[in-house]
C-alpha cells in the first residue's frame, strides 16, 4: 500500500519571480488524469473529509495557507500547509479534508482518476472508513 508523506517543492527565485516548477516523474507517483482547485473557503468553512477506495491525489498549496486533516492509519492528526512550496500525497483510504483556510487559500489538486458524480469512490463516514480499514489492513483469513 502506497503511503501518505507530506513534502516541499524547490522554488527558484533567481529571476525576479518565483518559479516553482512540478516535475510529474519525479513528485507524482501516478499518472495524472485530472486537475483541480479549491478556491474561496476561510477558516469557518472546511471540505468535506472523505477518502477513496481507488483515486490518489497529490494536494498541492499554491496560495494562502491551511490546514489538511489526515488519517492515515493513526487516527486524526492536522498538518500545516503553509505556502507554495507545501504539498501532500494521499493514496487510496487516506482520510482527508481541508478546514482553517486564509482568505487567499488556493489548493491545486493532482488526481490519478477522472471526475465521477456518482460518488461511488467515496467513503464519507468516518466510521465506516475505519471498519473498512482495519479489514483491509487486517483481513479475516
Not at 14 to 20: E, K, P, S, W, Y
Request: aromatic letters at 12%.
Amino acid at each position: 500500500m502506497a503511503q501518505f508523506k507530506k513534502f516541499s517543492f524547490k522554488t527558484f527565485t533567481d529571476r525576479g519571480f518565483n518559479l516553482t516548477p512540478v516535475e510529474f516523474k519525479d513528485a507524482i507517483p501516478f499518472e495524472v488524469k485530472r486537475l483541480y482547485y479549491v478556491t474561496g473557503m476561510d477558516e469557518k468553512q472546511a471540505t468535506g473529509q472523505h477518502c477513496h477506495k481507488i483515486e490518489q491525489e497529490v494536494f498541492i498549496q499554491v496560495a494562502g495557507k491551511c490546514v489538511a486533516i489526515i488519517d492515515r492509519g493513526k487516527g486524526k492528526e492536522k498538518i500545516s500547509l503553509q505556502g507554495p512550496n507545501d504539498a501532500i500525497y494521499c493514496p487510496a483510504y487516506v482520510w482527508h479534508g481541508f478546514e482553517e483556510a486564509s482568505r487567499d487559500c488556493v489548493i491545486l489538486a493532482l488526481s490519478s482518476t477522472n471526475y465521477s458524480p456518482d460518488r461511488s469512490d467515496y467513503i464519507e463516514d468516518y466510521a465506516a472508513y475505519l471498519q473498512l480499514r482495519d479489514e483491509k489492513l487486517h483481513p479475516v483469513l
